[in-house]
């Protein structure tokens, strides 16, 4: 059985009842959810810098004993070639071999040098990393006392939260798909998560614009959905003015 309009705006207003409540639960925890969250993604990126850093000295390491085992094998053909010099038959094959024991002793020059360059980038990388790990350390305490902050918070309200969301998947089944994402829209277009109000004192709930007499008359009637014309929000209704009672003035008694 299809329902009325009105039964429609009372699901729909029922469920914006729900929402807002969950709203407020949220917003008692404030900007920490963000903070949390920040502080989670500075770390992850500290952490890559760290393992960048250790790469680096890892590949500083490596190439120092590869250019170690360059100046071994360079000693080695040294001594070779010394040993040939003694045994030369011509100024010629003396010649050659000097220039192979000079090439050999520029390589292990260069190879010192650039063992030297490597040793200075891998003390630069160990500071950097001993800072970056101290800052780390930092960040990670706080972020520790902001989830333990957090968690507090949440553990105070979780059974209302988790009650309210029970009742919102309750709620969300008695409205219409087609209504539900034209509510999901307005929600999110919201600064204060209101998309169904009611009018309030001649007004919008939602934006406080005046409501015509003749329009608040249309959504008393609940025959059809109407929005504010200056919003968009859906007026589930108009809220009745309590009227307070006139106190009664007390006559006064005219002196005998």
């Known amino acids: 059985m299809e329902s009325t309009v009105a039964q429609k705006l009372e699901a729909i207003h029922n469920l914006q009842l729900i929402d807002s409540r969950l709203d407020a639960l949220i917003k008692v925890r404030g900007a920490l959810p963000e903070e949390v969250q920040d502080l989670e993604d500075e770390i992850a990126g500290y952490e890559t810098r760290l393992e960048k850093f250790k790469a680096e000295i890892e590949a500083y390491e490596e190439e120092i004993k590869q250019l170690k085992d360059s100046i071994k094998e360079s000693e080695k053909l040294i001594k070779k070639y010394q040993e040939q010099q003694m045994n030369v038959r011509n100024n010629r094959e003396y010649d050659a071999i000097t220039k192979e024991?000079?090439?050999?002793?520029?390589?292990?020059?260069?190879s010192k040098k650039k063992i030297a360059e490597a040793g200075v980038k891998i003390d630069q990388k160990k500071v950097d990393l001993e800072e970056l790990t101290a800052v780390m350390k930092d960040r990670q305490k706080d972020l520790d006392q902001k989830n333990s902050e957090l968690s507090t918070i949440i553990s105070e309200s979780e059974s209302e939260e988790a009650k309210l969301n029970a009742d919102r998947e309750k709620?969300?089944?008695?409205?219409?798909?087609?209504?539900?994402?034209?509510?999901?829209?307005i929600r999110a277009n919201a600064k204060n998560g209101l998309a169904v109000v009611l009018v309030k004192r001649g007004a919008c709930g939602g934006c406080f614009n005046t409501v015509p007499p003749q329009r608040q008359a249309d959504i008393r009637e609940k025959k059809k959905l109407i929005v504010c014309e200056h919003c968009g929000r859906i007026l589930a209704g108009v809220e009745d003015e309590i009227e307070e009672p006139t106190p009664v003035k007390k006559k006064r008694s005219k002196a005998s």
């Open 101 to 110: 024991l000079e090439l050999q002793d520029l390589e292990i020059q260069v």
């Open 171 to 185: 709620a969300l089944k008695k409205v219409e798909d087609r209504l539900v994402k034209s509510y999901n829209k």
